[in-house]
């Protein structure tokens, strides 16, 4: 396969942000998806959000799985720190890392195929715990990378390219994320940037656990409508918020914002009480103060 490079070098009267950076330094390689794909704009959107907030793009690691969602990782912040993990996996090694470096930003991009089927218990106890993180799921509803079945969050009745009829129910993560105990929950259409940029700097500047379900008709394989929550929708509270997804979800709608926020959320990190540092600088004084320490920790478990 042949890779296109972008050019290294930038306009000299581009704007740059209060770090120092253009828009342009916040760009990954060129993009291999289908034309017209709406990760791409997923992509872009993440680009203006991280150069919107003045993010030095060292200070970010995005981590992925498999599927078309989990390759666009390479397509923006070409100067942060990058994992692709294996399929559905996501979730545990940013966990690790995040325990081991809490310093850094982290973003999880996701498919509903890689979370939402071989990924969900990996997605579940994510949540759960609230790692500090933000977790986007591009949603299409097929697995794009393999000809177009379909996925589990795939509207019951849908139709597949090839005429077949989905007759399961689908999963939706929505639900599951407010009910796992998510701190900000939110849902985007990849092509409306003007809803989703905001979107995504809220999840950035979260304090807890953010998950946001980005709704991305795939051009070649799927297709699916969006709508808006009204203007003066409470997204505090959570028990009202799963009620109106399951509402709109009755009447074959598919509410897009922001569903949920915990204003004062805490993180894994404050659940364990670790220190205020990033652990991986711990030396060895400190991870073996020696025997009569453990000894005073024996028996304070006694």
């Not at 994320?177 to 003007?194: N, P």
Request: hydrophobic share 35%.
């Amino acid at each position: 396969m042949t890779y296109i490079a972008k050019p290294t070098l930038h306009h000299p009267t581009l704007t740059r942000n209060q770090v120092g950076y253009t828009r342009r330094d916040y760009e990954g390689k060129v993009s291999t998806l289908c034309a017209g794909c709406g990760h791409d704009s997923i992509s872009a959107a993440i680009v203006q959000a991280c150069w919107e907030l003045d993010i030095e793009p060292h200070r970010v690691a995005k981590l992925s799985g498999i599927g078309c969602s989990s390759k666009t990782p390479d397509y923006f912040l070409g100067a942060s720190h990058g994992f692709n993990t294996v399929h559905g996996r996501m979730p545990s090694v940013l966990t690790g890392a995040y325990l081991a470096n809490r310093e850094l930003l982290y973003l999880g991009v996701s498919g509903d195929g890689d979370s939402a089927s071989i990924g969900l218990g990996q997605f579940a106890h994510a949540m759960r715990r609230g790692v500090r993180m933000v977790y986007i799921v591009e949603n299409n509803g097929v697995y794009g990378l393999t000809k177009g079945q379909f996925s589990a969050t795939a509207d019951r009745g849908s139709k597949s390219k090839k005429g077949a009829v989905n007759n399961d129910s689908p999963v939706d993560l929505i639900a599951l994320a407010l009910q796992l105990g998510a701190t900000y929950v939110g849902r985007g259409f990849s092509g409306d940037k003007e809803q989703l940029v905001p979107l995504i700097k809220g999840a950035i500047t979260h304090g807890g656990a953010a998950f946001l379900d980005v709704i991305s008709p795939c051009v070649t394989f799927n297709n699916h409508p969006g709508s808006k929550l009204h203007a003066d929708y409470d997204p505090t509270d959570r028990v009202r918020a799963a009620a109106q997804v399951q509402a709109l979800q009755a009447q074959g709608e598919v509410v897009t914002g922001l569903l949920y926020v915990e204003p004062q959320a805490h993180d894994l990190h404050h659940a364990m009480n670790t220190m205020a540092g990033a652990l991986n600088r711990l030396g060895e004084s400190e991870l073996c103060p020696g025997t009569a320490v453990l000894e005073r920790i024996n028996q304070g478990l006694r």
